[in-house]
């Protein structure tokens, strides 16, 4: 079999997210693997600017997804909900030509300093994926609550749990990469 892409996609932009720290955890938990890393720097979803022409930074994005053989999705949740910049990297997604998540294995992972670690995000993230035809992995949710004391200093998880969790749910993924 080739060596499988996987998409990684977080939803912070913050340089030093946990999110994308937590991607970046399940990515190396895969493996061998041709990895990209999804730019979400991207402009507002308006429909006027759409009328002007998909801005070329959304439509990289789109054919990041398409091209990849799986996602790996991390959802910081933002006063109870999706992050804003999660949700307009969807949108401008969903407006792409072709259906770039359709049957798209997806792994949805969250990381938050609360106590459920992002599960309300985790919820709403895992509706839109779903809508968008992306198939998201029925695995155990890995949520790492209280991300300040759950990663070192170079990106890993201290907790052996979250990390045997994340294992866990990667090798699912990699049953279901197998299966195609």
């Keep these: 079999m080739a060596i499988p892409k996987i998409l990684g996609i977080s939803g912070s932009l913050r340089e030093a ?5 937590l991607m970046k955890a399940a990515i190396a938990s895969y493996g061998t693997a041709d990895v990209e890393i999804a730019d979400l720097n991207l402009p507002l979803y308006d429909g006027d600017l759409e009328a002007k022409g998909i801005p070329e930074m ?5 054919a990041q997804i398409a091209a990849a053989d799986m996602l790996i999705v991390a959802s910081p949740e933002y006063n109870k909900g999706i992050s804003g910049v999660l949700k307009n990297a969807l949108d401008w997604a969903s407006r792409v030509p ?18 459920t670690g992002g599960e309300t995000a985790y919820f709403m993230t895992r509706n839109c994926l779903s809508q968008l035809g992306a198939v998201v992995l029925a695995t ?20 052996e749990q979250y990390q045997k969790s994340l294992d866990n749910a990667v090798v699912s993924l990699r049953n279901v990469i197998a299966q195609r």
Excluded: C, Y
């Excluded at 997210?17 to 720290?21: D, E, G, H, L, M």
């Excluded at 294995?105 to 969250?110: A, S």
């Design 17 to 21: 997210s946990f999110n994308t720290q």
């Design 58 to 62: 959304v439509t990289k994005l789109g």
């Design 98 to 115: 072709g259906t770039v998540f359709a049957a798209k294995p997806t792994l949805l992972i969250g990381a938050a300093a609360g106590r």
């Design 140 to 159: 155990p949710a890995v949520l790492v609550a209280g991300v300040h004391n759950e990663f070192n200093e170079d990106g890993t998880l201290k907790s």
